[in-house]
């Protein structure tokens, strides 16, 4: 049973479109990140989110943190082909180990 | 700072080798974890240190695997034998502590043993 659950696992869009990917859980958490994957290179940071309800803007990314700390939303305005890459969702299930959420792949055509 | 630093970068042997990736940390930064990413089970984390200490090796997948970190500045994993199943991306990332701190992810070594 995987921890994290992230939909959809792949998404295909046009640049300027906009777009949503979920990270979902049954446990709470006490915080979750969210990183972005470019192909050929590990991971980078996007965000870390805490409290329930928290929203977050980062340029065109809207990260929102659910009011139970068991899910996540990231909403990406107006695609453009450089958002293309994994999307993956992150937490310390307190203490006890680092879990990756399986990711969505993201394509944004020009 | 240069980043986190792996090598190889790249490695192919074949099945029974051993087989050795290399990690430098960066520098003052407390923690340090072991991936593993393929398409199938996405990113496992496999072990993480806290200050050279093993703290959490319960993703390491059987004895072949082991993990090193002798100083604050390099760790090692080590595959002995090797098998097929092994092949994969293995990801080193550092962060000042465990937890939710920002980790640091290095390019990774793509290890295909055939």
């Known amino acids: 049973t995987q921890l994290l659950e992230q939909s959809p696992q792949f998404l295909s869009i046009q640049e300027g479109e906009n777009l949503t990917v979920y990270c979902n859980s049954s446990?709470?958490?006490?915080?979750l990140q969210w990183y972005r994957q470019e192909p050929g290179e590990g991971p980078v940071l996007l965000v870390t989110?805490?409290?329930?309800?928290e929203v977050k803007k980062l340029k065109r990314l809207t990260f929102q943190f659910g009011d139970a700390r068991k899910d996540s939303s990231l909403h990406i305005t107006a695609a453009q082909p450089g958002d293309t890459g994994l999307y993956l969702c992150?937490?310390?299930?307190?203490?006890?180990?680092?879990?990756f959420g399986p990711g969505t792949r993201l394509s944004v055509l020009p | 700072d240069a980043g986190v630093i792996q090598s190889p970068r790249h490695e192919v042997t074949e099945m029974g080798q051993e087989v050795t990736l290399r990690c430098k940390p960066i520098?003052?930064?407390?923690?340090l974890f072991w991936y593993r990413q393929t398409m199938m089970r996405g990113l496992e984390l496999l072990i993480y240190f806290n200050n050279n200490v093993p703290i959490d090796d319960s993703g390491m997948p059987e004895d072949r695997f082991s993990a090193k970190m002798p100083n604050a500045s390099f760790s090692t994993l080590k595959i002995q034998p090797s098998e097929p199943r092994d092949s994969a991306v293995y990801f080193c990332a550092s962060s000042v502590l465990a937890g939710l701190y920002e980790q640091y992810f290095g390019p990774g070594t793509r290890l295909t043993v055939t």
């Open positions: 520098s003052g930064h407390n923690s």
């Open positions: 446990s709470v958490f006490s915080s």
């Open positions: 989110v805490v409290t329930g309800g």
């Open positions: 992150a937490v310390d299930n307190y203490g006890q180990n680092f879990v």
